[in-house]
Every structure is written in C-alpha cells, then in structure tokens.
Nanobody, 124 residues
C-alpha cells in the first residue's frame, strides 16, 4: 500500500512559478513509476508529466513541455513538479499518482495509487 500526499499548490500570477511536492509512504517507492495529472473544472483528467522509477525517462504533455519539470528523490520518497511560466490554462487540481511498475505510462488508469490533489490557480 502506498499513500501519497501533495503539497505546494496555491494562487500565482501568470508567468510565475510553483513547485509541487508529493510525499509517498512505503518502502518500495523507488520501484514505482510516478506521475502528475491534472483536472480543470469541467474537463477530464489529463496527464501532465510522468517519470520512470529511475528518473531517467520522462514524458510531458505538449501543453507543459518546456515549462514543467518532473523529478524524484528516492531517498526522500518524494516526487516534484517544478512549474514555470505558468498560464491561466494551467489552473487545475493537480494529482500525484504511483504506478506499481517500473514501466512508465501516460495513462491515468494504469496508476494504482492517487493523492488527494492540490489546487493550482493561475490568475491573468
């Protein structure tokens, strides 16, 4: 069983930055692929960024490519999402997810554990 707790969300002006953190419980965290997904009001959940267990394979949604960076610190059981040059369309609830596999996936249904989400609001 893995529990995920996100933090770092908030209100920021367009062009600003935020860093989200996701603290995970469980001794096998380093064997899990991790991802950040987001859901805007009235829209379906979409993937933002995912990361392999080793951290050497990453995928980003086209809408965040070049602005967001996903990383992990297996010693701290934590995954991060650095978000720069934020836009109003980045406003959403951001969810951290863990996949009980070393193989990374951009499909949310392939993830087994989810955090409660953290709100990110970008004002224009």
């Amino acid at each position: 069983q893995v529990q995920l707790v996100e933090s770092g969300g908030g209100l920021v002006q367009a062009g600003g930055s935020l860093r989200l953190s996701c603290a995970a419980s469980g001794r096998t965290f380093s064997r899990y692929a991790m991802g950040w997904f987001r859901q805007a009001p009235g829209k379906e959940r979409e993937f933002a960024a995912v990361l392999s267990w080793s951290g050497d394979i990453t995928y980003y949604a086209g809408s965040v490519q070049g602005r967001f960076t996903i990383s992990r610190d297996n010693a701290k059981n934590t995954v991060y999402l650095q978000m720069n040059s934020l836009k109003p369309e980045d406003t959403a609830v951001y969810y951290c997810a863990a996949r009980a596999s070393t193989i990374v996936s951009v499909v949310g249904e392939n993830y087994h554990y989810w955090g409660q989400g953290t709100q990110v609001t970008v004002s224009s």
